[in-house]
């Protein structure tokens, strides 16, 4: 499954971003300019002034509080 995030700015759309699998959690961190998208399996790292995915943490099983 492909998962598609809509960032707005003001109402307005800004970008498109997609991930891959189910998203169980978003995360903004405004200092890094970065979002972060946890799926099952995978952590992504997106630069939010490129919209680009800057890395990808896989593998993780543990439960995460």
Do not use: P, S, W
Request: proline share 0%.
């Amino acid at each position: 499954d492909i998962n598609e995030i809509i960032l707005e700015e003001n109402g307005d759309f800004v970008q498109a971003i997609n991930v891959r699998g189910n998203i169980h959690t978003i995360a903004i961190d405004h200092v890094q300019k970065a979002l972060l998208v946890g799926t099952q399996d995978t952590l992504k790292v997106f630069d939010m002034e490129e919209y680009a995915c800057v890395q990808t943490n896989e593998g993780h099983t543990d439960a995460i509080r």
